[in-house]
């Protein structure tokens, strides 16, 4: 079945800066891979997602990139602020199901 | 409006007492619902999913059952609470817009 694995699982930058997160999955032919934000002791939100048939995507400050050769994506926060502090979840979904395997999480803290 | 709705909110719960958490969506039929646990300091792990009345798939073995009575009603339950139970479950489910929406979790502590 599909595995997820995320890094780094904590990352820390001064606001202003940019975050990269990195996510790489075994299963060749998922084809949908979103990202959300959980803020501390709340549900996960999605704040971006991506199919197969795209290599970028782009939402403000915040753009996702796929490399389905290598089988990694990536989001990416632009002049970050104190308040995109929370754990990002990068996810994937095989092909043909609904079903959503998740990643570790990252802890990003964003310094004023 | 679509909603899901998910409770109790909060729950501690001694070792070996049984265990039901109810999640019901609004505004929507035959949604597809699953059940995810999230251990502290930990990530997403689908634990049951649902693509009808009648119909779980379990993905991974444990001490843990789901049911889905009626549509838009999924239920999480276990006869007898584990200490590793403990963690924070969310119900989900696929709404218009791709990608899940989550219910608001409940935070289930074994003692």
């Known amino acids: 079945g599909e595995n997820v694995e995320q890094h780094p699982s904590t990352l820390s930058v001064q606001e202003g800066d940019s975050a990269v997160i990195k996510c790489t999955y075994s299963?060749?032919?998922?084809?949908?891979f979103p990202w959300y934000k959980q803020e501390l002791g709340k549900r996960p939100q999605l704040i971006i997602d991506?199919?197969?048939?795209?290599g970028e995507k782009k939402d403000q400050r915040i753009a996702v990139t796929l490399n389905k050769t290598a089988k990694h994506f990536s989001l990416h926060i632009t002049e970050t602020q104190p308040e995109d502090s929370a754990v990002y979840f990068c996810?994937?979904?095989?092909?043909?199901?609904?079903?959503?395997?998740f990643g570790t999480g990252t802890r990003l803290q964003v310094f004023p | 409006s679509q909603t899901i709705h998910q409770w109790p909110a909060t729950l501690v719960q001694p070792v070996g007492s049984p265990l039901s958490l109810e999640c019901t969506v609004e505004?929507?039929?035959?949604?597809?619902l699953y059940w995810y646990r999230q251990a502290a300091g930990r990530g997403l792990q689908l634990l049951f999913y649902?693509?009808?009345?009648?119909?779980i798939s379990s993905e991974v073995p444990q001490n843990l059952s789901a049911s889905r009575p009626q549509d838009r009603q999924f239920i999480l339950s276990s006869k007898k609470l584990l200490l590793s139970d403990s963690g924070f479950y969310l119900c989900?489910?696929?709404?218009?817009?791709?990608?899940?929406?989550f219910g608001s979790g409940t935070r289930l502590t074994v003692v």
């Open positions: 649902s693509v009808g009345i009648g119909q």
């Open positions: 989900a489910w696929i709404g218009q817009q791709y990608g899940y929406t």
């Open positions: 299963d060749s032919a998922s084809n949908y």
């Open positions: 996810a994937a979904s095989p092909y043909n199901t609904d079903k959503l395997i």
């Open positions: 991506i199919r197969s048939n795209v």
């Open positions: 505004g929507t039929s035959n949604p597809n």
